[in-house]
């Protein structure tokens, strides 16, 4: 109690605790009586999902602890949301529990770019070796090539030699560290 006297005064328990008052009057009558204030405790809020993820895809976010919910800036009451982030992004979950007690937590998605996968080649002939270069743009960490013929490379500027002359799909997929991932296909 903030005081012990007095008509007024301010309890804040963090349990269920039952106070006594005892009243006087002017003729030194005394009277006792109780009050029990109970306090509910908060919902334990628990959020799931992915907190990054790379641009265009979706995430499954998931709040469990209550009995109703509200996300923010979704304004949705559901549970589980989907959610496609263009920029990062922190969501809310609103929770009340079934003694109408509120909580919230947050969770941060992080939006990450995707690569852009290019790449040039000189002319290609046969039993002459071919330079790709690679001219992909982001922070690449891992080159996937596929030449057309059956053979593959995971080298950033590989050298190639066909065995037959003809043209081939050349594909090259990129991906940061991250995990997000690009593609592009040419004729070589």
Not at 115 to 142: H, K, M, W
Request: net charge negative.
């Amino acid at each position: 109690l903030n005081t012990t006297t007095g008509a007024v005064v301010v309890a804040t328990p963090t349990v269920t605790t039952t106070y006594y008052v005892t009243g006087l009057d002017t003729n030194n009558c005394s009277d006792t009586d109780s009050i029990t204030i109970v306090v509910n405790q908060l919902p334990v809020v628990s959020l799931t999902g992915d907190t990054a993820l790379c641009a265009g895809d979706s995430v499954s976010l998931t709040v469990s602890g209550g009995t109703s919910y509200m996300w923010k800036p979704l304004n949705t009451t559901d549970s589980a949301v989907v959610v496609r982030p263009v920029n990062n992004t922190v969501y809310t979950a609103v929770v009340t529990n079934a003694a109408g007690c509120v909580d919230s937590a947050n969770i941060n998605v992080i939006v990450n770019p995707l690569p852009v996968a290019q790449y040039s080649v000189l002319p290609v002939c046969r039993n002459e070796p071919s330079v790709f270069t690679d001219a992909s743009t982001g922070t690449i960490s891992d080159w996937s090539w596929n030449y057309g013929d059956g053979t593959n490379s995971s080298v950033q500027n590989p050298v190639h030699t066909y065995a037959a002359c003809d043209s081939f799909a050349v594909q090259l997929i990129v991906t940061t560290a991250e995990g997000c991932k690009d593609s592009v296909t040419n004729t070589a």
